[in-house]
Every structure is written in structure tokens, then in C-alpha cells.
């Protein structure tokens, strides 16, 4: 299986009050295509920049980022992202704001763009695929929460990416709310096959969706461990529940846990070392 995406050896740092601060060291990771990739790690560990990287919305520092083989030099059609706070235009429809992802995929397309009729559909069938052909007239205003996020995941799609970034999309969302989000995207990926990389705080979702999931730990952030989950590829409710399932979460949430205590204490060791 070749590689979605290849990070290799990656720093990034960001001006701060006492100067440079170091939030991504040296963090190479490899995503196969077609896989669902979930990242966790305690606060400050960089998730965030890290998606933000591969989307081509932040420069590294060092290192490269190679999508489909090819170094990336900023945002491209290869790629969408789907933010937590839906990031829909509120003047359009929820048609609307599904077809604008088309100006972006035109170059794509022999004739520079869809044929209208071409366009339509294709939007038509997403907003069906995230349930809401009943609603395709609405404003985001006249949307709940979860319907706003439908629809950010059905943009996300309109130009057929080959990969999907997704920086903590549901949480802002109920539990409830959340957990019917979760199989939705499920359910998006199969039928669309696309390769997704998932920030989350939430190690309960994190096992859920993620074929891998990717723990990062903090201040610098590093790639700490990386889990196979041992779930079949369909998922469902009754998994959340089952014995090997809550294993893998304990194992990973104390993980968690030790990554902070080793931030700490590398953190007193440097206090320590400059005579603090």
C-alpha cells in the first residue's frame, strides 16, 4: 500500500514571550492511503500545527511533507480541511456552500471546470450522503450544530480530495450529537475512500474512528507511540463496550498521562540546570 502521506523529520516554532518556542521536533510519520489516522496527545503537543502543516496552511521550519509522492508547497486540491467551528459562509445555502469548493477543483477538470449540471449533482449526492437533502435551501443560521458540520464534510468533499484534514470537528458538539457525527464520517469514508487525519483530544473517539492512532507527547512535540487498533473496519456502539476496546483506551490515556509527567520533569531538569 503506498503512502497518502510522508512527514519527514519536521520542526516548526513560534515566537513567544521568553523567544522561540520549539512546539514540533523532529516528527516524522507515514499515513497509508485510504487509512483513517486519528492523532492524541495532551495540550501543547502540536497536534493542531501538525495538520495545519500537511494542509499547507503553516511552513515548516525543517523537513518535508510529501502528499501522493510530491513535496507540498502550500494548500491544494489534493487536500480539504474541516475545521471545529464549520467555517460555512452564513450569506449561502446549503447547496451553495457545498458547490463554492468547485472553484477551487477547477483547474482539475479538462475544460478548467465541471459542467454546471455535473456540479449540481455531485453536490446533490453529498448533502445525501450526509443526510440532508431536506434542508439544501437553508442558511447555516437555521442549522443545528451537527447539520452545520454535515454540510462542512460534504464541501470537504465536493472536490475529491484524496485526503481529508480534520482539526477536532466534533468537539463542539454534544455528546449525543457527537457520537451520530462519528459514524457519519464512518460511513463518508467507505463510500468515498478517502485517507483522513484526525486531531482529537478525546482518546474514546480517537479509538473509534482510527485505524492508527497517533500519540503525540507535549513541549517539544514529538511522536510518542503509534497503536494499531485491532477493531474490525465497521464499527459500531456495542465496540465502545467490549473488553480489548477499553484495554487499548486505558493503555493509551495512561500514556498520556506519562508523557506529561516526562514534560514536567523535563521541564525541572532545565530549571534546575539554569540555576532556577
Not at 68 to 93: C, H, N
Not at 148 to 175: C, T, V
Request: charged share 25%.
Amino acid at each position: 500500500m503506498t503512502n497518502a502521506i510522508e512527514i519527514k523529520g519536521v520542526f516548526k516554532s513560534f515566537d513567544g514571550k521568553r523567544g522561540r518556542n520549539l512546539v514540533l521536533d523532529d516528527v516524522s510519520l507515514s499515513i497509508a492511503a485510504g487509512t483513517f489516522v486519528t492523532i492524541v496527545g495532551a495540550s501543547g503537543c502540536g497536534k493542531s500545527t501538525l495538520l495545519r502543516i500537511v494542509a499547507g496552511l503553516e511552513s515548516a521550519d525543517g523537513g518535508i511533507v510529501l502528499v501522493g509522492g510530491k513535496e507540498i508547497a502550500g494548500p491544494g486540491v489534493d487536500r480539504a480541511m474541516v475545521f471545529q467551528d464549520y467555517s460555512l459562509f452564513p450569506w449561502l445555502t446549503v447547496a451553495q456552500n457545498v458547490l463554492f469548493s468547485r472553484r477551487l477543483s477547477a483547474n482539475k477538470y479538462d475544460n478548467l471546470a465541471l459542467e454546471r449540471d455535473a456540479e449540481e449533482k455531485r453536490a446533490a449526492s453529498l448533502i445525501s450522503l450526509v443526510g440532508l437533502s431536506a434542508s439544501q435551501d437553508l442558511y447555516p443560521s437555521q442549522l443545528s450544530g451537527g447539520m452545520r458540520q454535515r454540510i462542512a464534510i460534504a464541501r470537504a468533499l465536493m472536490s475529491k480530495p484524496s485526503i481529508i484534514l480534520m482539526d477536532e470537528p466534533f468537539g463542539a458538539l454534544d455528546a449525543q450529537t457527537r457520537e451520530v457525527m462519528q459514524d457519519l464520517v464512518l460511513d463518508v469514508v467507505e463510500q468515498e475512500g478517502t485517507t483522513i487525519m484526525f486531531v482529537t483530544h478525546d482518546v474514546e473517539e480517537a479509538l473509534y474512528l482510527g485505524t492508527q492512532v497517533v500519540l503525540m507527547s507535549p513541549h517539544p512535540g514529538r511522536i510518542d507511540t503509534i497503536y494499531d487498533v485491532p477493531l474490525p473496519k465497521k464499527r459500531d456502539e456495542q465496540m465502545r463496550i467490549d473488553p480489548q476496546f477499553l484495554q487499548l483506551k486505558r493503555t493509551v490515556m495512561e500514556r498520556i498521562r506519562d508523557t506529561v509527567g516526562l514534560s514536567l520533569d523535563r521541564s525541572a531538569v532545565g530549571s534546575i540546570e539554569a540555576g532556577a
